[in-house]
């Protein structure tokens, strides 16, 4: 069954933090005939919703959705309210996200295995200093989540030749992956790896799943690589670890609070490397695109990929 037979789909727009001028243009020439606009509280009822971080309140007063599409690949904001029930939640796929993910990820892991934080203060303080070439075989990366993101950033990695593994829910065959699964294989993947990147969604089972027992679980001299959600870190856990010697360092793009608090530690260790939540940003164009195709194809009744399991909360 179609999901909407009118030839003039009505869009709601509702998206923290989010210029929506050229949003709008952009739906408005992608799904011909669509009427588009900004919510406002107690404004006209829509057929779809494009949104990232709304409140409450929107889906309150929206009663007659037939998809929620989100302008991101995470879906935890929308987990955390009463939504619709029966109107499928829409998560974007790629979208642009994976090459931008897999540049930000393998420049961490390259920074940390080439020493590039030593060899640049060597070179502030006018020095010529070699240093003595690692062995990658001692440098095994661990990515938990293979999904669209975790598998692109996978094999990047593994074409640095360094060592990969993976760690997912369901069973998962990545070419130059060695992937484990479930519960059972969870302490033999982290015993494996010296650098863990985390690229899981946040989830009532994920959260806080980097923490004290887990990051201790890694080699000695580990590294964290957080481009996921903040609250999947226990973050003075890192810290602490950090300060006993057993992790050598991390970058994290995400935090508990964003923006990260003037006040907060992190900004003070200097085995960190902070970024703003920026590995991966929504592409305009892209994400629209991949909007309006899966919007017609819900129109012509036809099944679309990247929709979210509500139940599992991703
Ligand atoms: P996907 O849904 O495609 O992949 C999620 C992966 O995590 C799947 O492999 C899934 O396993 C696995 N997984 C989920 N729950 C568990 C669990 N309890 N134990 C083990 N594995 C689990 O998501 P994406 O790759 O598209 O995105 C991942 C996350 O990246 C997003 O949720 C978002 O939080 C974050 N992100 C961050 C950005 C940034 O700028 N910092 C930008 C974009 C995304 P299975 O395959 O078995 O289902
Ligand atoms: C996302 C993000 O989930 O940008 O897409 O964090």
């Not at 519960?183 to 015993?191: G, I, R």
Request: glycine share 8%; with cysteine; aromatic share 8%.
């Amino acid at each position: 069954m179609p999901v909407h037979e009118s030839a003039q789909p009505r869009i709601a727009f509702c998206c923290a933090n989010t210029q929506p001028e050229p949003w709008l243009k952009g739906l408005r020439s992608a799904v011909p005939g669509a009427q588009v606009s900004v919510w406002e509280p107690g404004q006209a009822i829509a057929d779809y919703a494009v949104v990232w971080a709304p409140p409450q309140a929107f889906f309150d007063e929206q009663t007659q959705l037939k998809a929620i599409f989100n302008i991101g690949a995470g879906v935890d904001a929308l987990m955390r309210l009463r939504l619709p029930q029966g109107v499928p939640v829409v998560r974007l796929e790629d979208a642009g996200m994976a090459v931008q993910m897999a540049e930000y990820v393998c420049q961490s892991v390259i920074r940390f295995f080439r020493e590039l934080d030593v060899v640049e203060s060597s070179m502030r303080q006018a020095k010529w200093e070699l240093r003595k070439p690692r062995r990658r075989k001692e440098f095994p990366v661990g990515v938990l989540g293979l999904g669209v993101l975790g598998q692109r950033v996978a094999q990047a990695l593994s074409h640095f030749e360094f060592p990969v593994l993976g760690f997912s829910r369901s069973p998962k065959q990545v070419p130059g992956v060695q992937c484990f699964h479930g519960e059972s294989q969870w302490m033999d993947f982290l015993a494996r790896c010296r650098v863990l990147v985390n690229l899981l969604p946040l989830t009532t089972d994920t959260q806080g799943i980097l923490n004290r027992q887990t990051l201790s679980s890694l080699m000695p001299g580990a590294y964290l690589v957080n481009v996921a959600r903040g609250a999947h870190l226990v973050e003075q856990d890192l810290l602490d670890l950090i300060h006993s010697g057993h992790m050598a360092g991390a970058t994290l793009d995400v935090f508990c609070e964003e923006p990260l608090p003037p006040q907060h530690p992190f900004w003070h260790e200097p085995r960190l490397i902070l970024t703003p939540h920026t590995s991966a940003r929504t592409l305009r164009e892209d994400t629209i695109e991949q909007i309006a195709g899966k919007l017609a194809a819900l129109i012509k009744g036809e099944k679309i990929s990247g929709q979210v399991d509500l139940g599992a909360g991703y």
